[in-house]
């Protein structure tokens, strides 16, 4: 189940890295169920099995679960 979760996280971080760029819009859920209109500072990438992205205003990764692009925004 774990290799299944793993590929998930890297197919996810593989297809956001091939359509989005540093710098994307983005809202992102928060822990509140509010959301936030940000831009990420970074690619997506896999740690510990777990999709994440830098997102301005956040420290350390944000799950890209939780992350939507804002096409409205540009990016």
């Not at 189940?1 to 928060?30: I, P, S």
Request: charged letters at 25%; glycine letters at 10%.
């Amino acid at each position: 189940m774990g290799n299944n979760k793993a590929l998930e996280a890297k197919l996810m971080v593989d297809d956001w890295n091939a359509h989005h760029r540093e710098g994307q819009a983005v809202r992102v859920l928060l822990d509140d169920a509010s959301f936030r209109k940000s831009k990420t500072r970074s690619e997506a990438w896999v740690a510990s099995g777990q999709p994440l992205v830098l997102v301005e205003g956040i420290c350390g990764g944000y799950s890209l679960h939780r992350v939507v692009a804002d096409w409205k925004e540009g990016g």
